[in-house]
């Protein structure tokens, strides 16, 4: 069959395998005979990190093996979705520790692609509530890995794009919350300076986010709305409801286009009239704005989009950040939304994306003109010791790639030792060299 | 509360079925023929809300063990709200025509065992009085077709006995749903080509859960199988001896 990624770029053919027990993933590792097989959950990566010649789609290990109310430990199989967790927990008054701007990613998706959320800043990557993990290696073998069992096993397998193995099962931690509730404040700001020193001084706020008005130039580049947010102590343990919402088939071309964005961009903008303001949001609209239209990405039309996360190191950021929006509104290759968070430090992990400084993530439609341009941007990002996030990435180049993670080699080592290398690659593997 | 008996426990339809039980405070008792399933099915239940889920492993085709299973499961439930079968295979039509031992084991499978139980569950209900029986039968029971007429036969057969057992059982407040299904992506059907008529576990799961709610008496599912049945039912015979259905 014919996969791609949430960016329906690039596309590739490919067999999927449907696993539904542990002891099937085994099984299938110790027959196949393939080179080019790598986990799928419910393909919400972007790129080509999950699409290989044989897929092993582990969707239907979506078990529940343990849950201890006093602690808000669970253990679950690595295809349950954080939407589903939100479904029975939420009622319970439990939250995840972190989570990404979609619900629709898999426990063993989040792991592999070691996701951030709104509170990185304060707490992390998922993996750094992650408490163990079993693993299927190349060989079927089942192995337990965690932080102090198989230490090295573990930093590469989150983070790893589904590179070392199948990740087959998670305990992590749950936080406690009294209310689905978020206490939201936003500011409005004139400018990235502004932007970038709000975060600063509200660094020991929970939730923090900016929309950026990607499109806006001179004194007003890199005006923003920035969103901090707190658990709500009062209000009711509802969890959210499925929208009914879908983009059917995919959009003509030429919908999103240079005016409807800048459009977009300038209403979204200008949607709070005051400075500051205040409001009790349910988490849904708050962490998931975009999951309430099922399939978006089709808005970007058939040839599909690519997103443009990088992350620049603090003392770069004003600077290289303000270089790069120059390029984006001169361009005029509009995001539809730009979105910019301050990261706190960078874990253990090989090739976890994460490192102290700022990301900026960018939707761009795919035309003829957009890689070479990409190609500027990448050159910025690495001039400032910047990287690019895996899950987003669908065409960045070897020698980008190796020279803004350091750790790619150790992480190869381990990748070597578990047999990993001769069974686990997608195309973004091969295409970045691993 | 609800004390649920599911038979065919692991089944990918009962299985979803489980989960949207459990999250309404159930007790629930589980009968299937793989342990390491049974139990990661239970655990999962009681994790989603059930309040309790207990398990027990049986192989429907050993007939001597059903009374003995079932009186355990009727002592631990006490009374019982529903009862859900879904056991059953997908056999190969072609195995069947060639082996009589085939053909037997299948119709054994998918309609022998299944109305074994159904004769010891119905006396246990109809004397309590209430409570609904659910069987999962299948579209194909509907009309024998060259494709797979042996499953159709034994779905067929279940279909019937369970209309008699409606009959019989509806003055007393006892319920019985036949549950058909059309294409459902399970493991059974993993090796079958998928199409646009291919349903989701999840969603027969929900519709079965709104049938028992409102007493159906059979439920097509999805709905618009109750319209592709219509129509094959009433093909005329010599027309439908030449299809190649």
């Not at chain 1, 449907?18 to 005979?33: F, N, P, Y």
């Not at chain 1, 939730?207 to 102590?233: F, N, P, Q």
């Not at chain 2, 067929?156 to 992506?185: A, C, E, T, W, Y």
Request: with cysteine.
């Amino acid at each position: 069959m014919k996969l791609s990624g949430w960016g329906q770029y690039p596309t590739a053919q490919a067999e999927s395998r449907v696993v539904h027990s542990k002891r099937k993933v085994s099984e299938l590792l110790a027959e196949t005979q393939s080179a080019h097989l790598i986990p799928r959950g419910l393909g919400r990566s972007y790129g080509d990190s999950a699409l290989a010649e044989q897929i092993l789609n582990t969707q239907h290990l979506n078990h529940f093996m343990a849950f201890d109310p006093s602690t808000g430990e669970i253990s679950c199989a690595a295809g349950v979705s954080f939407a589903e967790l939100l479904e029975i927990f939420v009622p319970r008054g439990w939250f995840l520790p972190v989570t990404p701007g979609t619900k629709f990613v898999t426990v063993g998706g989040a792991i592999a692609s070691d996701v951030h959320g709104k509170n990185h800043h304060l707490d992390g990557c998922f993996s750094q509530h992650v408490l163990s993990i079993k693993l299927a290696l190349a060989s079927g073998e089942i192995i337990d890995c965690s932080p102090s069992e198989h230490p090295e096993l573990f930093h590469a397998t989150c983070g790893g794009m589904g590179l070392t193995g199948v990740i087959l099962q998670a305990t992590f931690r749950l936080l406690p919350i009294e209310s689905a509730l978020i206490e939201e404040r936003s500011y409005k700001t004139k400018n990235l300076a502004e932007t970038l020193e709000l975060f600063e001084e509200h660094e020991a706020s929970t939730y923090s986010v900016a929309w950026i008005d990607c499109l806006s130039t001179g004194d007003k580049l890199g005006r923003s709305l920035l969103m901090l947010g707190e658990h709500a102590t009062r209000g009711e343990l509802e969890a959210h409801k499925n929208s009914k919402l879908n983009v059917p088939i995919n959009m003509p071309n030429l919908l999103l286009n240079r005016y409807s964005i800048q459009a977009f961009n300038t209403l979204y903008y200008h949607k709070q009239t005051q400075t500051h303001a205040q409001r009790s949001v349910h988490y849904e609209p708050y962490f998931y704005p975009l999951d309430g239209i099922h399939n978006w990405n089709r808005l970007y039309g058939k040839n599909g989009f690519t997103q443009y996360q990088f992350v620049l190191p603090k003392e770069a950021g004003l600077e290289g950040m303000t270089r790069i929006l120059k390029e984006i509104a001169q361009s005029k290759r509009g995001s539809f939304l730009a979105v910019l968070k301050a990261f706190g430090a960078a874990n253990e992990n090989y090739l976890s994306f994460p490192t102290e400084g700022y990301t900026l993530a960018l939707d761009f439609k795919i035309d003829a003109a957009l890689f070479p341009f990409l190609e500027e941007l990448d050159h910025i990002v690495l001039d400032y010791g910047g990287r690019l996030y895996l899950t987003k990435d669908a065409r960045m180049s070897e020698t980008t790639f190796k020279q803004s993670y350091p750790l790619w080699e150790t992480f190869q080592e381990v990748r070597t030792r578990y047999g990993a290398d001769q069974v686990f690659n997608s195309l973004q593997s091969q295409r970045l060299g691993l | 509360m609800k004390n649920i008996l599911v038979i065919g426990a692991t089944s990918a339809i009962a299985e979803q079925t489980i989960r949207l039980y459990a999250k309404q405070n159930t007790n629930l008792y589980l009968l299937g023929r793989d342990e390491e399933k049974l139990q990661a099915i239970a655990q999962d239940a009681q994790i989603r809300g059930a309040e309790s889920a207990s398990f027990h492993v049986l192989d429907f085709n050993n007939f001597d063990r059903h009374p003995k299973v079932l009186e355990a499961a009727f002592a631990k439930l006490g009374t019982i709200d529903l009862v859900l079968i879904a056991h059953g295979s997908l056999p190969n039509q072609q195995a069947c025509e060639e082996s009589v031992e085939t053909t037997l084991r299948e119709l054994n499978t998918n309609a022998i065992s299944g109305i074994a139980l159904l004769t010891l569950i119905a006396n246990q209900m109809e004397m309590q009085g209430c409570g609904t029986i659910a069987v999962i039968t299948s579209v194909a029971g509907d009309r024998g077709r060259q494709s797979n007429y042996v499953y159709g036969a034994a779905k067929g057969m279940l279909s019937i006995f369970l209309q008699g057992l409606r009959n019989r059982l509806f003055k007393k407040g006892v319920h019985v749903l036949d549950i058909k299904p059309g294409f459902v992506d399970t493991p059974m059907t993993a090796e079958f080509k998928k199409g646009p008529l291919w349903a989701k576990p999840e969603t027969i799961a929900k519709q079965i859960v709104k049938a028992v709610e409102r007493r159906k008496n059979t439920l097509y599912t999805p709905w618009f199988w109750s319209i592709i049945m219509l129509i094959i039912r009433n093909i005329p015979e010599v027309v439908f001896k030449k299809l190649k259905l």
